[in-house]
């Protein structure tokens, strides 16, 4: 059970090019989420969706698109990639929002944009 | 919005030592409450949470929390701390029934044998 998977797991992108994270799970999970990671800021919610075919923005959703086309995937694409998109992303599921439902991350992307 | 705060961002202790690490919350309503913990170079993984019931929360590694209403918090503790739980500390908080998490600025603990 591979659980929440992601690629990249490095990405140096040069400012002004597109790019996309894959995010995998194998859980059969309703809900996912993106989430980035700046130093000293804890994590911020990018992206999320409750199931197939249906995505809502999160606090910081601005530079950034997602699709979940099936239940397994939810990509993030990164448009005119700029500095302040410098960040670890991580990827997350859960079964669905109700009580209980632990989240579980993926391992990171760690992208840098010069 | 509700908003988590954590103090103290970096904390340095001895081997043995005890381990407290405040967490507050701005929401007024019924929350769920999580403590991730994320080792270096490792992904986040899932301490405890509190849900409902008893508000003193055991977890993985000797780790407890314990969860006061009246005070909007819920504070991470373990007795002994070992330098293998050196890593950064997340709260975190979400309205009950919505899983999208808010989190805290985190708590960088270091451990020196």
């Known amino acids: 059970n591979a659980g929440v998977t992601q690629t990249p797991k490095f990405r140096i992108l040069k400012i002004g090019q597109s790019m996309t994270l894959q995010c995998t799970q194998d859980?059969?999970?309703?809900?996912m989420y993106w989430y980035r990671q700046d130093p000293g800021m804890g994590l911020k919610l990018i992206y999320y969706?409750?199931?197939?075919?249906?995505?809502d923005k999160g606090e910081v959703p601005n530079g950034y698109n997602v699709s979940r086309s099936t239940t397994e995937d939810f990509p993030l694409r990164l448009e005119l990639a700029a500095p302040s998109q410098t960040s670890v992303y991580f990827c997350?599921?859960?079964?669905?929002?109700?009580?209980?439902?632990?989240?579980?991350f993926g391992e990171g992307s760690w992208l840098t944009v010069v | 919005a509700q908003s988590v705060s954590q103090h103290n961002h970096h904390v340095i202790l001895s081997e043995a030592a005890s381990l407290e690490l405040g967490c507050n919350y701005s929401y007024g309503g019924t929350v769920n409450l999580f403590w991730y913990v994320q080792y270096p170079g490792q992904h986040l993984q899932l301490l405890l949470k509190?849900?409902?019931?008893?508000?003193l929360v055991k977890g993985i590694k000797g780790f407890e929390a314990e969860f006061i209403k009246s005070k909007f918090s819920f504070n991470l503790r373990k007795p002994s701390v070992q330098w293998s739980d050196t890593a950064e500390y997340f709260c975190a908080v979400t309205p009950y029934g919505n899983n999208r998490l808010a989190f805290g600025k985190g708590n960088q603990v270091v451990v020196i044998p």
């Open positions: 509190y849900f409902s019931g008893d508000p």
């Open positions: 859980m059969n999970h309703n809900y």
């Open positions: 997350a599921s859960s079964r669905t929002g109700g009580t209980g439902n632990t989240i579980y």
């Open positions: 969706s409750v199931g197939a075919g249906i995505t």
